[in-house]
């Protein structure tokens, strides 16, 4: 079975730094892909350089058989990458269901098709209370959540999460690890940065860990978390999978 | 663009992409006021209304939807106005064609200026705004030849339908009106398409827009396109009424900063807060201009733009928005 | 190529002046991240205060920036207690309107108390310097070095005193700052208050090279914006190298092209940074395509 996500050798550069550093890795179609790492070591940088916002410096992205290493975001998102930010960016004027009918637009043209596939959306994460509400009035918690329903909406074949649990109380963050969990079967591929661990341990089939712009470890959770680079690199944090 | 309104059920006050009474009320009340007789000694101040009312609903559709807030509309309102005046006087070309011309010319200067500065944000575009509309402004005014440069151009006034020259201000009247008709059913067709969404979604969230797959500078583009078009338009009828066209006041900061005002005080990103802008700023300003202009030159734009900032700081939403919160209020809940 | 070199070296001396009038500007941006568009009017209310000043007490108006400069601190206080800070929590819109609204209302009042007339000071200088077969107006090279003073000791103050620390601090994040503990309003009022306080040292200087009345703000507020987006907002190095490439740009166009279109280049050349520079040439990086208030 053929990628649907390649990264081969990526490279960014800023000025004098170097935030991705020779990066390499695949993703199968109906993986979870957990994507952890230290602050600042180029998570974020990451999920740019796939979705198109950022430009590499060298290397080469394809998705599902194309070529989009240069492409622009909007252009990457209608092909089926979906992503989420990692400090909301809702469209702060709009109610909830007009903000995740932007994203549903990619499959339904019509304003009454997209709408109910919003409405559908929201129902999914759980956010029906907040229909009409303008997004303004959302807590952080919640704007995670129109996010996540955001980049649904859009019908991605792959889907970029980044820390979608961050700052969620525990229920709140086992339901959306629930859910997450449940994406790859409704055959949607997930790539998860997250800094929430045991989350992220439980659900993910497999883990990258990032450091400094490297690639230092790629494997089974159980084996990343005893992974004596991968501890190193946390400082010596231990790494609860309970 | 597919069109969405609901004739089932008419709300009472102003909801996005939807009639309501209040808009049908308003419009019969239009209709009324250019009845010759009804208002007299108004015509010329009701006139205007409409069509700086109209201005202002173009103006909106790049500023008010789409977030972008340009300092350098006169450029598109002297663009359509000189196409259409220099195809009437040099090429006998009649204005109900030359406006279309006009407005294809300034969608095109809008697509130029989206190219160079859509890209640029906050006050960096509404600056490159201001210095695009003075390079036509100065443009303009040294190409003799074809503007007439300073000396400006002239209409010859004998009222002809065929030239867009009427006797009566009530047909100049029901022109200007049609036109803001025009402008504000574009403006609410736009309110229920997926375009409108789009600008929309670029307007509040570039980023989170380019991620749910829409293309901002294109969305940008059109939307500059589309209101420079019907700027256009406005500046022609604007020619066809006044007869002359003089460059320093067709393409002034000014003229564009009139351009942006109306919107902001009626309500941005609203049907109808333009007009309610337009219809609140343009009598005050000739009833200032008429009753104090001569007794101390720039007295009425003292108090006019005293007023303004006092609105701006404390009626951000505009006077549409003052509405909508009316419109919430639930005493009886 | 004499007449060159004196073209080039006009050029500089007045956009040095030109410089001047524009730091104020450009440090506003930098710390507030606002752009005041009735900056031109503060110019020419400082302008005019200059020109009374000499009516009045028969000096030269260089002697007027005494009274000048502080006054126009002050004018920047109260513009920033009444106008200003009331609409920085607001959306973006509304400072830009109300200070374009403000400059409307200065320009009128202006033109309702001191009429349209231009007015003009009394020739300070009788003959011009020359240095070989160049020659230079005092008043310009009066300018250059009254700029250049200036630069410098703001470029000491930025780097070496608590204030200059305390501005660099909030340039670059205005929450940290805050909690910090350095006093963020204070700093936007006293940095707007020295801002303005530019503006009427510039006035001084110009006062003697240009004639005053009202509408004479818009002829430099665009000017002053071009010089701010070549050299970068924020930067004042970058306002001095901005002021010189625009004084040296608009010395050779009015020469060597028709003075018309001269005008019309430099809005070209403004359009043309914008495009391809748009942080100029010292600005922080991606300024322009991030904005503020994001």
Redesign the interface.
Known sequence: MSALLQVNNIRRAFRTTLAIDDVSFDVQPGELLGLIGPNGAGKSTLFNLIAGVLPSTSGQIIFDGKRVTGWKSHDIARIGVGRTFQIPKPYRQLSVVENVMLSAFLREKSLAGARRLAEATLVDVGLTDYIEAPASSLSVGLLKRLEVARALAMGPKLVLFDEIVAGLTPTEVGAMTKFVAALPSRGITVIWVEHVLYAIMKTATRMLVINRGKLIAEGAPAAIARHPAVVKAYLGEEMDIA | MSVEFRPTRISMLPKRGQISWFEILSLSISILLIIPGIAPNFQDVILLSFLFGGLALAWNISGGYAGL?S?GHSAFFGVGAYTSTILLVNYGVSPWIGVWIGALFSAVLGSVLAL??A??????????T???A??VR??A??WSSLTGGPEGLSIMPTPLLTNMVFASKTTYAALMLTYLVLVYFVTKSLEASRFGYYLLAIRDNEDAASAAGVNPLAGKTAALALSAALTGVGGSLFAQYFLYLDPTYMIS??LS?QF??LP?VGG?GTAVGPVLGSFLITPLSELLRSHLGNA????H??I???S??IV??YF?TGVAGALNRVSHWRPFS | MNTFIQLVISGVLIGSVYALMSIGLTLI?GVLR??NFAHGEFLMIAMYGAWAFTQVFGLNPYLAAVAIVPAMSLFGAVVYRL?VS??LD?????I???T??????L???A??TM??DLRDIPPIFNHSISIGPIFLRPELLLGFLITIACTVGLQWMIKKTYFGKAIRATVQDGEAAMLMGIPVPRIFLMTFAGGSALVGLSACVMMPLFSVF?SVG?NFV?IA??IV?LGGMGSIEGALLGGICVGVTQSLSSYYVAP??G??FF??L??LV??FR?NGILGQQG????????
């Open positions: 807030i300092f160079i500065c890209r640029l944000r906050g006050p960096f575009f509404i600056l490159s201001l210095a695009f003075e390079v100065i443009g005014l040294n900061p000014e900063f942006a005002l902001a941005l101390a030159a720039g007295l734009l003292v006019y733009s005293f303004l900032v701006m700081l951000p | 941006f606002i752009v106008i009331p609409a607001k959306p973006h819109l509304v830009v309107f109300a374009m609204a403000l400059s409307i209302f320009q009128n009042a033109l309702m009429t349209a009202p818009l665009l914006f071009v987006v018309a279109f005008q019309m809005f070209v403004f359009l914008l495009i748009p300024a322009a395509t991030i904005g503020m208030n994001e």
